[in-house]
């Protein structure tokens, strides 16, 4: 069975700073996606940014990036210049095969200090 | 182009009653899915519907049930509430079967049994 693996519960930042969430995973499959998803406050689950594991080439979007380490199966997500808005629950999701649906990590709480 | 919108936000339920939560996926979406939230559990996947037929389910007693209409409109149910059933109840749409590359959340159905 694949397992998703968010060792970090908590984490923080100091604003306009760079941090970087941990995530490891575990699978047999050789055609699966990966993602990071925020959710806030208001419970909204935001999908922030997706690797296709076949892609050698880690995955940006804006001050967003992940770190892919196809054989180690391990996907950090960094954040650069931290923003007060950032802060929020971060899940690590695995999704592999035909299977439709998402396996979460448990999330790491990240704050953002101004 | 709308969101996911589930209905109703808040729910307060007494234990041993049913209960129906829906959730309409955006326009052209025909696969919808429905996760279950909770500060023990996390986030678990309930089941996948796409052309109003269960694709997926994941682990959860038969008082958990589902449904899609032709318009992609999907309802789930809980039969016989339990405590342990209050949590986060959270629908995900996307455009085809087992295609959780790109799902897209709703606000959630915030479900409290007493």
């Known amino acids: 069975a694949q397992t998703v693996t968010q060792s970090q519960p908590e984490m923080s930042v100091q604003e306009a700073e760079t941090v970087t969430l941990s995530c490891t995973y575990d699978?047999?499959?050789?055609?699966?996606?990966l993602f990071w998803y925020k959710q806030p406050p208001s419970r909204q689950m935001i999908l922030v940014i997706r690797?296709?594991?076949?892609?050698?080439q880690n995955a940006t979007e804006n001050r967003f990036s992940v770190n892919f380490q196809k054989a180690a199966k391990s996907f950090s997500l960094k954040i650069s210049d931290s923003q007060l808005g950032d802060a929020a629950m971060y899940f690590c999701?695995?999704?592999?095969?035909?299977?439709?649906?998402?396996?979460f990590g448990k999330g790491t709480k990240l704050s953002v200090k101004p | 182009k709308a969101g996911v919108t589930q209905t109703p936000r808040y729910l307060i339920k007494t234990r041993g009653q049913q209960v129906t939560l829906s959730c309409s996926p955006i326009?052209?979406?025909?696969?919808v899915s429905w996760y279950q939230q909770t500060p023990g559990q996390g986030l678990q996947f309930l089941f996948e519907?796409?052309?109003?037929?269960?694709?997926n389910k994941g682990n959860f007693p038969g008082r958990f049930s589902g449904r899609q209409f032709s318009n992609s409109r999907s309802e789930m149910n809980v039969s016989t509430l339990e405590l342990g059933d209050s949590a986060l109840y959270l629908c995900?749409?996307?455009?085809?079967?087992?295609?959780?590359?790109?799902?897209?959340f709703g606000q959630g159905t915030r479900l409290t049994v007493v």
């Open positions: 995900a749409s996307s455009l085809g079967a087992g295609t959780a590359r790109m799902a897209f």
């Open positions: 699978t047999s499959e050789s055609d699966y996606y």
């Open positions: 690797q296709e594991a076949y892609k050698q």
């Open positions: 999701a695995y999704s592999g095969g035909s299977q439709g649906n998402l396996i």
């Open positions: 326009s052209g979406h025909r696969s």
């Open positions: 519907y796409f052309s109003e037929t269960q694709r």
